[in-house]
């Protein structure tokens, strides 16, 4: 593990994502009912972090919090091929260095084709980076 106890490396990265709050029983992943967007700033083979999140407020947090909702996911890894999709539970949330929260969501109910996806891009971008 890293310094930081994480098990999957991370990168940087500005991703688009579109991303809607659903109840923790929700299944399906292809429809979206009102999506919004956002921009991811790092990524791993089991996460994601990002700021900006419209619509959350005290009520929706705690829900988060408690595993009440969970968030679906479309990342948008390359522009030419369709988003990866996945849902994704709150593991943290913190006041970022710019005066906006930050929060990280873990990935769950991931397919091994979303994660070897995922994991290619990481480990692309990290060899990229240490070029």
């Given at each position: 593990?890293?310094?930081?106890?994480?098990?999957?490396?991370?990168?940087k990265?500005?991703?688009?994502?579109?991303?809607?709050?659903?109840?923790?029983?929700?299944t399906q992943?292809?429809?979206?009912?009102?999506?919004?967007?956002?921009?991811?700033?790092?990524?791993?083979?089991?996460?994601?972090?990002?700021?900006?999140?419209?619509?959350?407020?005290p009520?929706l947090l705690?829900q988060l919090?408690?595993?009440?909702?969970?968030?679906?996911?479309?990342?948008?890894?390359?522009?030419?091929?369709?988003?990866?999709m996945?849902?994704?539970?709150?593991?943290?949330?913190?006041p970022?260095?710019?005066g906006h929260?930050?929060?990280?969501?873990?990935?769950?109910?991931v397919?091994?084709?979303?994660?070897?996806?995922?994991?290619?891009?990481?480990?692309?971008?990290l060899s990229?980076?240490?070029?």
């Open positions: 593990m890293g310094k930081e106890g994480r098990i999957f490396t991370r990168v990265a500005q991703l688009e994502i579109d991303y809607e709050f659903v109840d923790w029983r929700e992943l292809a429809v979206f009912v009102s999506p919004k967007k956002t921009h991811s700033f790092d990524i791993s083979a089991n996460g994601i972090g990002f700021r900006e999140i419209e619509g959350v407020n009520v705690k919090e408690k595993g009440k909702k969970k968030v679906k996911l479309a990342i948008h890894l390359d522009k030419n091929r369709p988003p990866l996945t849902f994704a539970r709150l593991v943290w949330g913190a970022g260095a710019d929260k930050s929060f990280g969501f873990m990935f769950i109910e397919s091994q084709v979303f994660f070897n996806e995922v994991n290619r891009y990481v480990q692309t971008h990229a980076k240490e070029k």
